[in-house]
Nanobody, 125 residues
Framework: VQLQASGGGLVQAGGSLRLSCAAS????????MGWFRQAPGQEREFVAA????????FYARSVKGRFTVSRDNAKNTLALQMNSLKPEDTAVYYC???????????????????WGQGTQVTVSS
């Protein structure tokens, strides 16, 4: 499985960006996919996740109401629409996929098997 994240960039506070994650390989067996982010000097943190089969979504409290995670099963793509961006959203954003399902927590990095390379999001004040 290969994951390719894209869509990052520089945006002013209050602006929007849309991240995409293109999945190739045996993604048809994915149970869930998620977005994490990591700012310099900080640990990787959960942002959002989605049940790949039924579409149930999960969000970190810090982004709920501003970010929307979605998926296109036919195209094997994951997206993250980010609105009302804040300087504290600045980080490298990673997409990840879970292919085991049972017993996994999608809110933790250890709940995923494959990771994309990351895309930089910078929000200026």
């Amino acid at each position: 499985v290969q994951l390719q994240a894209s869509g990052g960039g520089l945006v002013q506070a209050g602006g929007s960006l849309r991240l995409s994650c293109a999945a190739s390989g045996h993604t048809f067996s994915a149970y869930g996919m998620g977005w994490f982010r990591q700012a310099p000097g900080q640990e990787r943190e959960f942002v959002a996740a989605i049940d790949w089969k039924i579409g149930t979504t999960f969000y970190a409290r810090s982004v709920k109401g501003r970010f929307t995670v979605s998926r296109d099963n036919a195209k094997n793509t994951l997206a993250l629409q980010m609105n009302s961006l804040k300087p504290e959203d600045t980080a490298v954003y990673y997409c990840a996929s879970d292919h085991k399902g049972y017993g996994r927590s999608w809110l933790e990095a250890k709940g995923y098997d494959y990771w994309g390379q990351g895309t930089q999001v910078t929000v200026s004040s």
